[in-house]
């Protein structure tokens, strides 16, 4: 039985804390106790804007002194990330954090052996996993539907704008990394989790051409291949002049993905072609359009019922990996990687 309250610290006062707040105020075991940001002011409007009358913590320290609080978010810069994540579980408390980990791979596995460490619960939001679309697909492949794995794609294509909340850091390598940490995890996630392990990359990155604030290439290009022996490719464009689009294409012996449409003559043997299932897309880079309540239901039932969620560092330190060894092939100049394993 549900019957625990829990207060959440949150690190961080950008814009997808909002979306924390309003998960975590919502949510019936949980309310949000506070939140620290480095400019004074800043958690206090957040949470008034979200109906929320929590503290504002003068500094981390004030907030992980502060015994109410039993889950941490970071969802500051990402440079910041290893630091406070690290303290948090050292401290007890179970962590959600942002997206990427780190943008390095000493400060993955400095939050990985924290965790480990501290025996706490984590949850790292690469939140399409929990996007319907990708829910759908995921539960027809753990049906057996896909078949063998043939070739997998998945394509990041999200300009970053000067209007966006936090364009400064996101340019920066130290705070950004590389166009696949900044961003890009997105789609290297979802096609690890549908796709299964990568064993080996072959990446190219160009650029800036359009933005010269970016201190790292934004265009990025990897071809894949997989531990079962399928082949994929992955991008991530985050400068040019595009909307928002997330494609995922999986190819198997026996059903194939085109983002919403499936198709099989095995499984469908009337069927003239693909055909689209009504679902909510990955179609906007808003977070408000990103499925953070059903992340933060499915940690809630993790942490109550003592298990650890699929999304946890010890699964994501595995993105991360797959994130270094495409940004270190295409420093190569495209000499193929292996994808070792962090830990």
């Not at 690190?11 to 019936?28: C, L, M, N, T």
């Not at 499984?267 to 990955?282: N, R, S």
């Amino acid at each position: 039985m549900m019957t625990k309250k829990y207060g959440v610290g949150i690190i961080g006062a950008g814009w997808v804390s909002g979306e924390y707040v309003k998960a975590f105020r919502d949510h019936p075991l949980t309310y949000v106790a506070g939140m620290y940001n480095k400019t004074p002011g800043k958690a206090t409007n957040v949470m008034k804007m979200h109906g929320v009358d929590g503290k504002e913590y003068a500094s981390v320290d004030q907030l992980l002194d502060d015994k109410k609080i039993n889950i941490v978010v970071h969802c500051a810069h990402a440079d910041t990330r290893p630091e406070y994540i690290s303290r948090a579980a050292l401290s007890g408390r179970h962590v959600v954090i942002e997206k990427p980990i780190s943008t390095n791979p000493e400060g993955s596995v400095q939050i990985y052996e924290a965790v480990k460490k501290a025996g706490v619960k984590s949850v790292v939001s690469c939140v399409l996993r929990w996007n319907p679309q990708f829910a759908t697909i995921r539960a027809l492949i753990d049906d057996g539907k896909l078949g063998d794995l043939i070739y997998a794609e998945a394509d990041y294509w999200h300009p970053i704008i000067k209007a966006y909340p936090g364009y400064p850091y996101y340019m920066k390598r130290i705070s950004g990394g590389s166009s696949f940490t900044v961003a890009g995890v997105h789609a290297v996630d979802t096609l690890r989790w549908l796709a299964g392990e990568v064993a080996e990359v072959a990446a190219f990155s160009a650029g800036p051409i359009m933005n010269k604030d970016y201190e790292y290439p934004p265009v990025s290009v990897a071809a894949l291949r997989f531990a079962s022996g399928g082949l994929g490719k992955l991008s991530s464009v985050i400068e040019g002049d595009t909307p928002y689009i997330f494609n995922c294409r999986i190819f198997g012996t026996t059903m194939s993905v085109n983002n919403n449409e499936v198709h099989s003559y095995k499984w469908y043997p009337g069927t003239l072609g693909y055909w689209a299932f009504p679902t909510v897309k990955p179609d906007s880079g808003d977070v408000a359009h990103h499925p953070f309540v059903p992340e933060i239901a499915h940690f809630m039932e993790c942490i109550e019922n003592n298990v650890e969620s699929h999304a946890s560092i010890y699964d994501m330190v595995k993105t991360m990996a797959l994130c270094f060894a495409i940004d270190a092939s295409a420093a190569k100049g495209g000499q193929p990687v292996a994808v070792k394993s962090l830990v």
